[in-house]
DNA sequence: GCCGTTTTCGGCCCGACTGTTTTCAGTCG
């Protein structure tokens, strides 16, 4: 029997959590569910056997009531508690909860008092002006109500975009608003910086934050509207404007006082859950934390702070990278000592897995070996797809070897840079590599991935790449799960199998850069780290243009707290070849 | 429902906004 996986448990907190906050629970025992739920999705390993095991109250936020319902769900597939409540709350109450400006308390009120149990008996009684008849409910109420349903209910939560696209235009902004503060001639200038889940490095990003600290930022505040990438803005506030971008994400500004920056850029950047934790032990100490500075009880005194790293400093912590702010481990570990360095850029000496016009690129070997010498890499693996279900051209096995060649030629007329000739093969459904192993022997670097069958069923794609960890020439694993932010999920594939086989194996994982893969994902490159396996981060770049993007795969790794020892290619070639297992079996 | 520099009970982040209400509950980020 297939395990119940770390996401079902999650999304079964999530829902409890939602129906006892319909139920009328005290706030802070719902929060205790989705706190345990976000525990659970963002953990690296099964919990699901950690629960079998005995040992899942070891996560933060799970005690000993959720251990049994983990325990329910694991053994018998259900949950009793939530039967119990699904039968009183028919579904489409909960779909009424997120509307906006409804949250459970009103959905509830509005089930009880005019039996609305769905987006359309809601909707009946905003057109008869049933709603403004319930206490705390009035005409405007109703006529939110119906310009909701009218928008549609899809439109309300607002669409999230991958970080690259987002990122383009909060630097955009960025960019302009420091401008417009150079023309103003602000003395000292003021500071401007993004925040909120772009700062983070999210995967996706659903609107743009923006903080200010200025003496006087009236004229910024209202400069939004003039900028290239702002369709619409105005002024919500003293302090604060707001804007919709020609793309149609939100864009919020906030300032402060140059000497409560640090204060605003630290709230702004969030996560709310990583915010409230912090919050929560600041409370422990006497201290309580908001955008404008941190209040000490014991003087009344409130300190305010130019930089971030004041506000940690105040809460007895060491500083937290941006990436880390998601209230996974990173308090705690922040108030044991510093943190191990995390992976940067600078650190990576080679990239290992781009392609050429001999499969689906757009340059030469040649201008891709340029490229990634002047970016200043030691080494690049050529490897372009192989023969089987083309991408471009197929690469045939004489092609192959004629690119094998073609690769080492190149590599003699640069210098700087050593290019390793490659291979992205198919792991074929049957698991096997698509060419035959006296080929592969002649190559420096393969990394194989799956690239058709999709659809297979999860034993069956786990048994298909598991086989490849186990084949003797294939180095690592290309983006190992196949997802595409927001619009493919990943493939149906074991990744506590995939971790244990690689690991056993001396496999490598890819970490795609690709903003819209970033594959595996940071909860899984953690995963991967834990359970003993090497990572790469690559490319996958098929124009020299395409380099640009091993940023994301970066920031992938940071999110997952990856330090660059356990990351390959940050070691020289000679010293990452030895370790391969094709080198190490000899 | 969880958790401990308040340790087996009594707490549990902060501020802004909205619509409805005459002082605030609910929602939102």
Same mark, same amino acid.
């Given at each position: 029997m297939a395990q119940t996986s770390n996401s079902t448990i999650a999304g079964a907190l999530d829902e409890l959590g939602d129906l006892y906050e319909l139920d009328g629970a005290v706030v802070h025992r719902v929060v205790a569910y989705r706190n345990a739920a976000k525990a659970v999705r963002d953990s690296p390993v099964s919990i699901a056997e950690l629960a079998v095991a005995g040992r899942v109250t070891e996560l933060a936020g799970i005690g000993a009531t959720l251990e049994q319902k983990i325990l329910d769900l694991v053994q018998t597939g259900r949950i009793p508690a939530a039967e119990r409540l699904r039968e009183r709350f028919p579904a489409g109450v909960l779909a009424i +909860? *997120? &509307?906006? *400006?409804? %949250?459970p308390k009103r959905a509830r009120r509005l089930f009880e008092? &005019? %039996?609305?149990?769905s987006l359309e008996s809601l909707g009946e009684a905003a057109r008869a002006e049933r &709603?403004? %008849? +319930?206490? %705390?409910?009035g005409e405007k109420f109703e006529q939110s109500v119906l310009a909701t349903l009218a928008a549609g209910v899809d439109a309300s939560p607002r669409r999230r975009v991958p970080l690259d696209r987002a990122l383009a235009i909060g630097e955009l902004v960025v960019g302009e608003l420091r401008d417009r503060d150079r023309e103003l001639g602000s003395d000292p200038p003021a500071r401007i910086e993004l925040a909120g889940s772009v700062r983070r490095r999210a995967e996706s990003i659903k609107d743009l934050d923006v903080v200010i600290g200025a003496a006087d930022p009236a004229a910024l505040l209202d400069a939004l509207g003039e900028l290239a990438a702002i369709e619409s803005a105005g002024r919500t506030s003293a302090t604060a404007a707001r804007g919709q971008t020609h793309t149609g994400m939100v864009v919020e500004l906030r300032a402060v006082a140059a000497d409560q920056f640090g204060n605003l850029l630290q709230h702004m950047t969030g996560s709310k859950q990583h915010n409230a934790a912090l919050r929560e032990r600041a409370v422990r100490m006497g201290l309580h934390v908001s955008e404008y500075g941190v209040l000490d009880d014991a003087t009344g005194e409130t300190h305010r702070c130019a930089t971030e790293a004041e506000v940690y400093e105040l809460v007895g912590l060491s500083y937290i990278e941006p990436e880390l702010r998601?209230?996974?481990e990173e308090l705690r570990r922040a108030a044991g000592g510093v943190f191990p360095r995390l992976v940067e850029l600078s650190d990576i000496r080679g990239d290992l897995h781009c392609h050429t016009v001999a499969s689906d690129g757009r340059e030469t070997i040649l201008e891709m070996g340029r490229s990634a010498a002047a970016r200043g890499y030691e080494y690049l693996a050529i490897t372009d797809h192989s023969a089987t279900h083309g991408f471009g051209n197929d690469v045939s096995p004489d092609e192959l070897r004629r690119q094998i060649e073609k690769v080492h030629e190149a590599d003699a007329k640069l210098p700087g840079i050593r290019l390793l000739a490659g291979s992205e093969v198919n792991i074929l459904p049957d698991g096997s590599p698509d060419y035959d192993d006296d080929l592969l022997a002649e190559l420096d670097w393969v990394i194989a991935s799956v690239h058709t069958s999709f659809g297979m069923a999860g034993d069956a794609m786990t048994e298909r790449i598991v086989a490849a960890t186990g084949h003797p020439l294939i180095d690592a694993i290309g983006h190992p799960t196949g997802r595409m932010i927001g619009r493919r999920e990943p493939y149906a594939v074991d990744i506590d199998a995939l971790v244990g086989a690689a690991a056993a194996s001396g496999t490598l994982l890819e970490i795609n850069s690709n903003p819209n893969r970033r594959d595996l994902s940071e909860v899984n490159a953690r995963a991967a780290v834990h359970g003993g396996a090497g990572i790469v981060i690559n490319s996958d770049a098929h124009s020299s243009g395409g380099f640009d993007v091993l940023r994301y795969g970066i920031w992938t790794a940071r999110r997952a707290g990856l330090e660059p020892a356990a990351v390959l290619n940050t070691l020289a070639w000679d010293e990452l070849a030895g370790r391969l297992k094709r080198t190490r079996r000899d």
């Open positions: +909860v *997120g &509307l906006p *400006g409804i %949250g008092e &005019l %039996g609305i149990d &709603l403004r %008849g +319930v206490r %705390g409910f998601e209230n996974r």
